[in-house]
């Protein structure tokens, strides 16, 4: 229910094979379905979306479907019938969670259900809007209004002709906001996928309050607020503190400015963060002259946890006050122009990290980003060192106010050898398992491999080499806080103990999905737990195996059993299962898989098993229909063989090897009987009869 945004034949296999299954559940349950149009909804949630998730379908995911995806991407040429786009997406949801393929972590299907309801009406009216068009479709409208046949390539390349000679009428304030969107990368067809982080562990909110309240800054930034009052304290005509104030806070506070002998509240620098900060967070505002705490702040101060999580997000805002320049004489260093996006990349970077990250190797793997960004050549000359070195002091303010926080912790040591394998001057080989931050900034260089940039490396892996050198990392707090950042905008970023109510099916479907053994161990431990009878529990995820209708997803779910369970109680539990009619199939496929069952092992039932259920999940592998006929067609002689002992053999799935024999006798030629009986194959409705454009 997820794939990596490169592997476009993989996803294109299993959407096939989704939507073929939707169409015939959706015939058998009288609902509507029209296949183009649910094979878009999987292409929006695998292509422009941030975590791909196909089987997750938040409100957000609904309207931006129905109101941006479909209007943007989908050309409904006049005459032409429309399809029915919300009803299509109503029943794909219904199917989802029908089929156990919904993920647990979304909402219910009824309030799914209900956001579709919410839209619906102003999808239509989206579709004929020219602005929310993509450009393809833009051009595409335009020539099938005035009469073009835009199937005839010839007719549209002359079409394409008038047009950039003038000659075309056209709506050019639709086009330029068209072309605003696509240049400002706001068209969804730009949107990048984020691979899924590495599932975390945090501790319950009740030790995170404690922890927050031990924040020496979430004690400044309140005892500030009740400073203020609200009756409010007069400040300058500039807004700043009176200095008799800011002496007065200086002290109140601890901020350890040096007051004696300054003239202005704006040369305390730590006194003048604090103001800046707790601005920012809204917990203070200045009006009519006078510093005001807010009054609607008043829940947040009150819980340290809330303080702190606001003191966070308002980091961001803090660009001018902690890096900014100070006066007419000094001048923003390239972390100030970049300040959002490398806070939010090394905050990324940091999370979910299994080992702490070696300032060097951070600062270097920075400096990568500067040079693209800035298109800095690859050149070690002074100006380029110079400049460097005030981003990385910059840098270091920044993450020195992130420890005071207590957001991210310092430590002395030894680099983990992970950091010593990676090289920074060419396309690496990464190690598995790191997340997709630190995999950017490791291993996407886009500098071209230069001799100079060997160097650099060589001189990196010698520093990290030499000795103690200062690691970072994400305390529980700076954890807690980035996890709620990359929910916010889509990503998926797994907690440890989040499955604890989630269906059998939908815990081992996460678990297949997006969690490393380790990690699965402690979900499935934790969820098990939360049943009370351990026997009981574990039929239930049997069954959840059992009742999974894919036969590669049922395989994995399995495998989740086989390898999280603990002290070689999976292994115990699936030969347990070795007789059982249903799941031996799928039972040997996994022992055999991870090395536990020798073919020597298997009786020759069970090897007619082995093999009908790997056809079986090949057909599937490959999308079935015409992509399950190529792959048999190229085996020959080897997948007649094949098939004819899956149809001997005593496996379960009768109607999948039914659809087998089908399939094979149309790739080999060879006549239904030699392979079992077949019947013609229902197409998907969506598949045939009107057209669809993109």
């Not at 983990?416 to 690496?428: C, I, K, N, R």
């Not at 815990?507 to 380790?518: E, M, Q, S």
Request: include cysteine; aromatic fraction near 6%; charge should be negative.
């Amino acid at each position: 229910m997820r794939f990596e945004a490169g592997a476009e034949e993989e996803f294109e296999a299993a959407c096939g094979l989704l939507v073929d299954r939707l169409v015939r559940w959706a015939g058998e349950q009288g609902l509507p379905v029209d296949g183009f149009m649910a094979e878009s909804a999987l292409d929006y949630r695998h292509r422009a979306t941030a975590d791909g998730r196909l089987g997750l379908w938040e409100p957000r995911h609904v309207e931006e479907l129905l109101l941006c995806w479909l209007p943007e991407t989908i050309t409904e040429l006049p005459g032409e019938e429309r399809g029915d786009a919300p009803g299509t997406l109503r029943t794909l949801l219904r199917y989802l969670h029908a089929a156990r393929l919904a993920d647990p972590r979304g909402p219910a299907l009824e309030d799914s259900l209900a956001a579709v309801d919410a839209v619906a009406e102003l999808f239509p009216g989206a579709m004929a809007d020219r602005t929310r068009w993509g450009l393809a479709k833009f051009w595409a409208m335009t020539a099938a209004e005035q009469g073009v046949d835009v199937l005839d390539g010839a007719a549209l390349q002359r079409f394409a002709e008038r047009a950039q000679r003038g000659e075309v009428a056209y709506d050019q304030q639709a086009l330029d906001t068209v072309m605003e969107r696509r240049l400002t990368g706001r068209a969804l067809s730009s949107v990048a996928r984020a691979e899924p982080q590495l599932p975390v562990v945090l501790p319950p909110d009740d030790e995170l309050r404690r922890q927050a309240e031990a924040s020496t800054i979430v004690g400044q930034l309140r005892g500030l607020a009740e400073w203020a009052g609200r009756d409010g304290r007069a400040v300058t005509a500039a807004g700043r503190l009176r200095m008799a104030d800011a002496r007065e806070l200086v002290h109140v506070l601890g901020t350890g400015d040096k007051a004696e002998g300054v003239r202005s509240s704006a040369d305390l620098p730590r006194l003048g963060l604090l103001v800046e900060w707790a601005k920012r967070a809204r917990l203070v505002r200045v009006a009519k002259g006078r510093l005001y705490a807010v009054a609607r702040a008043r829940p947040v101060l009150a819980d340290p946890l809330e303080l702190w999580l606001r003191a966070f997000e308002a980091c961001f805002e803090l660009r001018q006050a902690l890096i900014g320049a100070r006066s007419g004489w000094h001048v923003e260093s390239m972390l100030f122009d970049a300040y959002e996006d490398v806070l939010e990349d090394v905050l990324n970077t940091l999370y979910s990290l299994p080992y702490p990250m070696p300032w060097p190797r951070l600062r270097d793997a920075v400096h990568l980003a500067y040079q693209v960004r800035f298109q800095l050549d690859g050149g070690s000359d002074v100006q380029h060192r110079m400049w460097f070195e005030h981003a990385d002091r910059d840098l270091r303010t920044v993450l020195d106010t992130l420890v005071d926080l207590g957001a991210i912790e310092r430590e002395w040591g030894m680099a983990d050898p992970v950091f010593l394998e990676v090289d920074l001057s060419a396309e690496p080989e990464l190690p598995e398992g790191l997340p997709p931050e630190l995999a950017e900034l490791l291993g996407a260089a886009e500098v071209a491999p230069d001799p100079a940039a060997q160097e650099r490396d060589r001189r990196l892996r010698e520093e990290l080499a030499a000795g103690p050198v200062e690691l970072l990392r994400l305390t529980e707090l700076g954890t807690r806080a980035v996890r709620q950042r990359l929910l916010a905008v889509g990503r998926d970023a797994p907690l440890v103990g989040e499955l604890a109510q989630a269906s059998a099916a939908g815990l081992l479907g996460v678990l297949a999905d997006d969690y490393d053994p380790d990690a699965a161990s402690v979900e499935l431990a934790g969820w098990i737990l939360a049943r009370g009878e351990r026997d009981a529990a574990l039929r239930q995820l049997v069954e959840a195996v059992r009742s999974m209708p894919f036969r590669v997803r049922a395989h994995a779910m399995l495998a989740v059993l086989l390898t999280a369970l603990p002290d070689g109680e999976g292994e115990r539990l699936l030969r347990g299962l070795r007789d059982d009619a249903a799941l031996a199939p799928l039972v040997l496929t996994a022992l055999a898989h991870h090395e536990l069952l020798s073919p020597e092992d298997m009786t020759d039932a069970e090897h007619l098993l082995l093999i009908a259920e790997n056809l079986l999940q090949l057909v599937e592998l490959a999308g079935g229909g015409d992509g399950a006929e190529a792959v048999l067609r190229a085996q020959g002689r080897d997948a007649r063989d094949a098939v004819a002992a899956a149809l001997d053999s005593a496996h379960p799935d009768r109607a999948g090897l039914e659809e087998l024999g089908q399939l094979a006798a149309r790739a080999l030629r060879t006549p239904a009987a030699r392979v079992g009986r077949a019947r013609k194959r229902r197409r998907t409705a969506g598949k045939s009869g009107r057209k669809r454009h993109r």
